[in-house]
């Protein structure tokens, strides 16, 4: 199929071939030639296979696991956007973190990404931990600046 044809052409490319020759690690593909395990002081491990013991869980959970968790272990740690407290956010990421941690670490913040963005950037500057949620990613673009330049 041209599927494949586009694939071969790529890795026909003088310039990838260059690069594959130079040992630039390529983790976890065939086209590098090593195994996975292999130590690589310039990759970080990679797991195969999850644990059996594993929790399964949806991204959602595993977000509010980690929040939760890090809240938890550091109260430096504190989440703020639009909605995140009293509406749990608007996918519900942060459900029940108000509930456990207070208004103090979880905070409603205003229609201003842009504002609670910079807001976040002072808070870490300062030695805090913030988490900024933006309810959609489009939002963080009104943040860009914050986030790019800070």
């Known amino acids: 199929p041209a599927e494949a044809s586009a694939a071969r052409a790529v ?11 130079q040992g630039v690690p390529l983790r976890n593909s065939r086209a590098s030639g090593r195994n996975s ?19 399964r869980m949806t991204v959602r959970d595993a977000l509010n696991s980690a929040m939760s968790e890090e809240m938890a272990r550091d109260e430096k740690v ?5 909605e995140v407290g009293e509406y ?3 996918y519900k990421i942060t ?5 456990k941690f207070g208004a103090e670490r979880v905070r409603d913040t205003p229609i201003t990404e842009a504002g609670f963005t910079g807001i976040g950037v002072g808070a870490a500057f ?7 949620e933006f309810m959609t990613f489009n939002f963080s673009m009104q943040a860009i600046d914050h986030i790019v330049n800070s």
């Open 95 to 99: 459900k029940g973190l108000l509930q």
């Open 88 to 90: 749990q956010g608007a």
């Open 78 to 82: 504190f989440i703020m956007g639009e």
């Open 37 to 55: 395990g292999e130590n690589d002081a310039h990759a970080a491990p990679v797991a195969q296979t999850l644990p059996a013991d594993a929790p």
């Open 126 to 132: 300062m030695g805090l931990k913030p988490i900024v």
């Open 11 to 21: 890795l026909e490319r003088p310039d990838y071939r260059s690069i594959k020759e």
